[in-house]
């Protein structure tokens, strides 16, 4: 049988075919284009209610986003990797992000160390960094594409040392997490305090992730210090507080922003009751109002700090995308130029150097199982 199609008939249908593939098939691939970013943060681990906290707010803020416009017509797609607070395991994850994932930029590390020990690879691939809440002192010299929207440890341990001296405590002790986070705050504060006329007693490093405190609040508890100040992250944080009560170790304790993780309040109960520690000051107005509102009805709690950092970060890495492009050196001078974001952690503004410099502490107590902001008796 012959094919009833005629020869001109089939050059047409061809013809039809290949305009179809140039013009119809790349509108429809368009669709699932997507701008992947990449978040390195301990999901599981020591540190697990910090990078949670950062992950629902990253969530948050790409539901938002693709919901809206996207970035530039692209769909927000995150991949989240898990650090365990290690800094070898953030160290493969930013080159799994970089190399195979093919991300735009990257949020995090959420711990200073993590940060520190990623920074080289970000710089030498010209990738943006952006931690959400790395604030060791060390930070600000970890290079040109470093960058992170929390306020560094030197000024928090500073200030943290002079209300402690201001309100007659004169002698201390300091147990602290032996990183660049922890042992950052130690130095900066017993440094301080000590050129304020203080005394530090004793300055006990742990290991991060240490369970049992006793050997160290025994030989603290012969001291007798007027307080105790713990830059402990969250899990270290809540141990320390119950040993304390079982102890019965006398002294005020005084925290670091560790405090800003409520997970510590859950695990420590009644035994955080009276602490009292540094804080970014809290955010307030309609940003982060409408933020609370979608985060508590999205997650059915209550946001922290962490949180609001998180959903910062993606926020302004977008915003600085749509202002400049996608590649790495044109986001960076777009985050340079930024200096009044208005997020929902509060005013964001960089430095030469890629620090926020529009961020400042406060004292906070909690009580009753609440924060409340400190007032002197």
């Not at 200073?112 to 930070?139: D, Y």
């Not at 304390?244 to 510590?264: C, M, R, T």
């Not at 509060?346 to 107590?365: L, P, S």
Request: net charge positive.
């Amino acid at each position: 049988m012959r094919n009833p199609l005629s020869k001109s008939s089939l050059y047409f249908a061809f013809l039809v075919l290949f305009i179809f593939s140039f013009i119809v098939l790349p509108q429809c691939s368009k669709k699932f284009e997507v701008v992947k970013i990449g978040f390195i943060g301990p999901l599981t681990g020591p540190a697990a209610s910090y990078g949670i906290a950062q992950r629902n707010g990253i969530m948050l803020a790409a539901e938002e986003i693709n919901g809206g416009d996207g970035v530039s017509g692209k769909k927000i797609d995150v991949v989240f990797e898990d650090s365990q607070m290690d800094p070898n395991k953030a160290i493969s994850a930013i080159k799994k992000l970089i190399d195979i994932d093919k991300v735009t930029a990257v949020i995090g590390e959420t711990t200073t160390a993590g940060t520190l020990a990623i920074a080289e690879t970000a710089n030498r691939t010209k990738t943006v960094l952006l931690s959400p809440s790395a604030s060791g002192a060390k930070i600000t010299e970890a290079g040109d594409f470093v960058f992170r929207i929390s306020p560094s440890d030197s000024f928090q341990a500073i200030m943290a040392s002079k209300f402690v001296y201001e309100m007659g405590l004169k002698k201390g002790a300091v147990v602290f997490t032996n990183d660049d986070w922890g042992g950052g705050l130690q130095k900066e504060f017993q440094s301080n305090f000590n050129k304020l006329g203080g005394t530090i007693l004793a300055a006990e490093g742990c290991t991060p992730g240490t369970k049992d405190f006793r050997t160290q609040l025994v030989k603290i508890k012969s001291l007798r210090p007027d307080f105790i100040y713990i830059p402990l992250h969250p899990d270290e944080s809540a141990i320390f507080l119950r040993q304390i009560k079982e102890l019965k170790v006398p002294g005020q304790i005084v925290g670091a922003d560790n405090f800003s993780e409520k997970a510590i309040l859950k695990a420590a109960g009644a035994a955080a009751e009276g602490v009292i520690f540094t804080m970014p000051t809290e955010p307030s107005g309609e940003v982060y109002k409408n933020f609370s509102n979608k985060y508590k009805a999205k997650f059915n709690e209550e946001p922290s700090y962490n949180s609001a950092a998180g959903y910062d970060s993606l926020n302004i890495l977008v915003d600085a995308i749509k202002r400049s492009g996608f590649s790495g050196e044109k986001i960076k001078n777009a985050l340079y130029e930024k200096k009044d974001y208005k997020g929902a952690s509060g005013i964001i503004g960089f430095d030469q150097n890629g620090d926020v410099i529009t961020k400042t502490f406060e004292i906070i107590q909690i009580k009753n199982g609440h924060y409340i902001p400190y007032k002197r008796p």
